[in-house]
């Protein structure tokens, strides 16, 4: 094997390897909020997270520079909080979120714990 072709082929394994763990494929265990903003969310579609099931990700996990059509837009994420799960669709970025944080909206987070509670314990992963 050349010398040019191990440093192609070890910068492409490289930029695999980051790609992939740009995005969860493992339970994380974090926190979850909610919040309740109505307008247009980073998907690029109207939301509503006072009255719609929805959940905002970490912005560090977006890889695309037009969010609209970042691949997070297509998936969903699987929050496990005291022996209940829920899925909900991501319609939405959290700027203030460190990784391992979400925002859900009000009625999402409300199956899971009292909205008053304000922050729980959780694990989730994208699906």
């Known amino acids: 094997m050349t010398r040019k072709f191990r ?3 070890g910068a492409a394994a490289l930029a695999g ?3 992939m763990t ?4 493992f339970a994380v265990s974090g926190t979850a909020s909610w919040y309740n903003d109505a ?5 690029g579609t ?5 009255t719609d099931w929805l959940v905002a990700a970490p912005a560090g996990l977006w890889t695309s520079p037009n969010p609209n059509n970042d691949p997070l837009c297509k998936k969903s994420i699987r929050v496990t909080y005291n022996g209940r799960t829920i899925t909900v669709p991501i319609r939405d970025k959290c700027p203030s979120c ?5 925002d859900l909206s009000r009625p999402a ?5 009292n909205p008053d509670v304000g922050i ?7 699906v």
Not at 120 to 126: A, G, R, V, Y
């Open 39 to 43: 307008g247009i969310g980073a998907c």
């Open 120 to 126: 729980i314990n959780i694990t989730w992963d994208i």
């Open 46 to 50: 109207p939301l509503n997270a006072n």
């Open 17 to 19: 390897a980051l790609t």
């Open 22 to 25: 740009s995005t969860p494929a």
């Open 7 to 9: 440093m192609l082929f």
């Open 98 to 102: 460190p990784n391992n944080k979400i």
């Open 109 to 113: 987070f409300a199956n899971l714990a």
